[in-house]
């Protein structure tokens, strides 16, 4: 090979053509957030078209029957051909309220809350088939887990592992002063019937932002659910309970056993401070307000994509 040859050869990549290669890489780049972004907006638009489609097959019903689903009474559920009803409150009462017997602790799965799937179903209102909950069952321990959850609830259109389910009460109703309010949640479902976070804090915010206020603990989207009081943060004074147990920005923190525990105690039980961490690293919280009276916000600057949050929608 003559010396010309050689220098070709050890020249490498001109300018241009690095220029070239590094515009090819920028626009794959480009390409994948932009794709991401999409996927993560698709999915926005997915879980909130559910959630409407699932309110109007309520507000359906309810003008058809007469009653919520879940909530007929007997013997009006059987002359319309749903299951026939228990004879105890939250297994087909009739006053407005999804309630539940709470024999155990899962409840999602009995009572009026598992019924309510029952009921839209047999009444061909919504996608899926949903026959398994009973309006008297009453599991001996924790109810099913995995794949069999699906048995009873609907997944949700955003998460991997999410479930809709329905509840009462509000954030008081472990106060012992439940607001009869039914609402929709949607997060991830232990066997226990207890929820674990499942959007994140970005996901969880433009929800709400679209379809409410894009504040989590006011309007009709709320950063709450069953079993979790607030999640979290609720008045200082006026509680029934200490009201430690409703203040402070919310965080979920894994437990050393395994589970889930949650971050809604403030360090004194009268004081008007809150706690934004309460053990629980920056990334885990939901929504916050800087340990100070202000409205809570969702933590979307710095925790934007942290799967910490779940939601709940004030039926309308």
């Known amino acids: 090979m003559g010396a010309k040859g050689l220098k070709h050869r050890l020249q490498g990549f001109t300018l241009i053509e690095l220029s070239i290669v590094l515009v090819i890489i920028g626009l794959i780049v480009g390409g994948v957030l932009v794709g991401r972004d999409l996927l993560a907006a698709a999915a926005v638009r997915a ?42 409150a939250g297994q087909g009462d009739g006053n407005g309220v999804l309630e539940t017997t709470f024999g155990g602790t899962s409840h999602l799965f009995q009572g009026e809350e598992g019924m309510f799937w029952v009921d839209l179903s047999h009444a061909n209102l919504i996608d899926g088939s949903f026959t398994t909950a009973t309006p008297s069952g009453v599991f001996s321990g924790n109810g099913p887990t995995g794949s069999a959850i699906g048995n009873y609830l609907p997944q949700s259109k955003i998460g991997s592992s999410g ?8 954030w008081q109703s ?50 709450m659910d069953t079993g979790m009081f607030w999640a979290s943060g609720g008045p200082t004074t006026g509680c029934s309970v200490p009201c430690e147990n409703n203040w402070g920005d919310f965080a979920f923190i894994p437990s050393s056993s395994g589970g889930i525990s949650y971050a809604p105690v403030s360090p004194s039980a009268n004081s008007a401070t809150y ?26 600057v710095n925790n934007a994509h942290y799967v910490n949050c779940v939601l709940s929608f004030k039926f309308q």
């Open 275 to 300: 706690d934004d961490q309460n053990g629980a690293t920056a990334s885990q919280t939901c929504y916050s307000n800087g340990d100070t009276m202000a409205v809570e916000q969702y933590s979307v």
């Open 163 to 170: 479930y809709v389910y329905v509840w009462s009460g509000g």
């Open 47 to 88: 879980q909130i078209s559910q959630i409407e489609k699932y309110q109007q097959a309520v507000n359906t019903f309810k003008g058809k029957y007469g009653y919520l689903p879940g909530d007929i009474p007997n013997p009006i559920a059987g002359q319309f051909g749903f299951q026939t009803r228990g004879l105890l």
């Open 174 to 223: 472990f106060a012992g002063q439940p607001d009869s309010i039914n609402y929709f949640a949607i997060s991830g479902v232990t066997g226990s019937g207890w929820s674990v976070p499942l959007m994140t804090v970005a996901q969880a915010y433009a929800i709400d932002k679209k379809m409410d206020d894009g504040l989590p603990q006011f309007g009709n989207v709320l950063a």
